[in-house]
């Protein structure tokens, strides 16, 4: 798997420091972008944490996912998790090293008591001594954040002293990009007080090496687990993978459970613990052995004719906003909610887009990946674009199309929704639950390029 190094560079490690005014939490950040353009370290936020021991706890949970590799658990380094200021809220953000666990914390504007919350991206460090002091932070004391140094710091020292040198796989890219498109279509599933969630997390199997499957149905107030999908369940494939909550646990206000409408197949949800002024949430692949990078939710934003261009003009309007809205953007823009929507969807491959499923929202961040990386490595958008270079797609009436691969022939066929379908072993095992084919994605190119072919040619 292609991999490319990550390198953080820190002015200082990050640290719990502890004086005759009391404890503070400094969390040093890496160069990240910023609405001044990129910056070395840049500063976030100066101030306490109003609720200190369920904040520690949490970004050890954060720290927690970053660290660990659920499927086939092999020693791995860490990679620190990203953090984005909103203007109005603090998100830390991580992946599982099998990309198929990813946490956000998000630390609400009732969470922080100081100054202005800026805007921008970057890493924080999170190194073993500071998880140590994190663990031994009571609610006793306030606990003051400083999210990168402050400019006096940064004039004194000469340079950064600390650095980190990570390999960060690509599918990490593609699991920031996967996992927004999958949470767009959940709704809120269930909402269980905290003495429930206590009860039901704390009843899930650990690690065992060997991974289950079940699902979960609302009743009244609690959760009842379940082994077959009946109507209303949710999906838990690999409730081990929920383990970092149980760090939150004694802090939990309630759990919501979010996913899509039920059905027969493993499918992805996300588990959010409200905390005070916070919220944990953790997103679960379908299944424990199928990371994020794999899913296939982007492929039609990334072969759309428009949706390159849509994405580069849809990308100056965004400002770090906390809630982004399509039909706003599509206002200023000049073009329909759906466009808008497919422009999300590809600015999402480049990390510039996450969605927020409590409120049912998208938002921007900036991460240092170039637009096109998740296209140029996807091996099925890869594969169709040389289809289509071969000339190996014939249109048929009716909107199908067949596809020759070597000595087999794949017929393509388009439903009254418009949706493809495929008679390739792909499809066959999948039915669309993991994005479109080649052969589907190949049908999809070579009809933009007529509909290009025709426009030049009406000039």
Not at 71 to 94: C, I, K, W
Not at 271 to 299: I, K, Q
Not at 388 to 409: F, I, N, W, Y
Request: charged content about 20%; aromatic content about 6%.
């Amino acid at each position: 798997m292609t991999q490319v190094v990550q390198t953080y560079a820190y002015l200082r490690s990050s640290a719990v420091h502890e004086s005759s005014a009391g404890r503070s939490l400094a969390l040093e950040t890496s160069g990240g972008a910023t609405p001044a353009g990129l910056v070395a370290n840049p500063q976030f936020f100066r101030g306490f944490l109003t609720a200190p021991a369920p904040a520690a706890a949490a970004l050890l949970a954060v720290a927690d996912v970053a660290a660990a590799r659920y499927y086939q658990p092999q020693p791995r380094a860490s990679l620190d998790p990203v953090v984005t200021a909103n203007g109005d809220r603090l998100r830390f953000e991580s992946f599982s090293g099998c990309c198929g666990v990813y946490a956000r914390l998000d630390v609400l504007a009732e969470g922080l008591d100081g100054d202005e919350i800026g805007h921008g991206t970057t890493n924080v460090d999170v190194n073993n001594p500071l998880r140590e002091a994190l663990g031994r932070i009571g609610a006793a004391d306030p606990l003051r954040l400083a999210v990168g140094p402050d400019a006096l710091e940064v004039a004194t020292l000469d340079g950064p002293v600390v650095e980190k040198k990570v390999p960060l796989p690509g599918r990490w890219l593609r699991g920031f990009a996967e996992t927004q498109v999958l949470a767009a279509g959940f709704d809120l599933r269930a909402e269980v007080p905290a003495s429930e969630a206590v009860r039901f997390l704390r009843s899930l199997p650990r690690g065992n090496g060997r991974s289950v499957r079940q699902w979960v149905v609302p009743a009244g107030r609690t959760l009842r687990p379940t082994s077959r999908p009946v109507p209303g369940a949710v999906c838990l494939p690999g409730p081990e993978r929920l383990v970092a909550l149980q760090r939150v646990l004694r802090h939990a206000l309630a759990l919501r459970v979010y996913g899509p409408p039920g059905g027969p197949s493993a499918m992805a949800a996300a588990w959010e613990v409200v905390l005070p002024g916070m919220r944990l949430t953790l997103t679960l692949s379908p299944d424990a052995s199928r990371g994020f990078s794999g899913e296939g939710g982007v492929l039609d934003a990334l072969a759309g004719a428009d949706a390159a261009a849509d994405a580069e003009l849809v990308s100056v309007l965004l400002a770090w906003e906390p809630r982004v809205d399509p039909a706003e953007l599509a206002e200023q823009a000049g073009l329909s909610v759906e466009r808008v929507r497919a422009a999300l969807t590809r600015l999402g491959t480049s990390g510039q887009i996450g969605y927020d499923t409590a409120e049912a929202a998208y938002f921007h961040r900036q991460l240092p990946y170039d637009s096109g990386r998740a296209e140029a490595q996807n091996p099925r958008l890869q594969a169709a674009h040389a289809l289509v270079a071969a000339g190996a797609v014939a249109r048929e009436e009716g909107g199908g199309a067949l596809v020759t691969v070597g000595d087999h022939v794949q017929r393509v066929r388009r439903a009254a929704d418009g949706k493809l379908s495929c008679t390739c072993l792909w499809w066959a095992k999948y039915r669309g639950g993991r994005g479109p084919c080649k052969h589907a994605l190949a049908v999809g190119l070579a009809r933009d390029e007529n509909a290009d072919g025709n426009r030049e040619g009406a000039r």
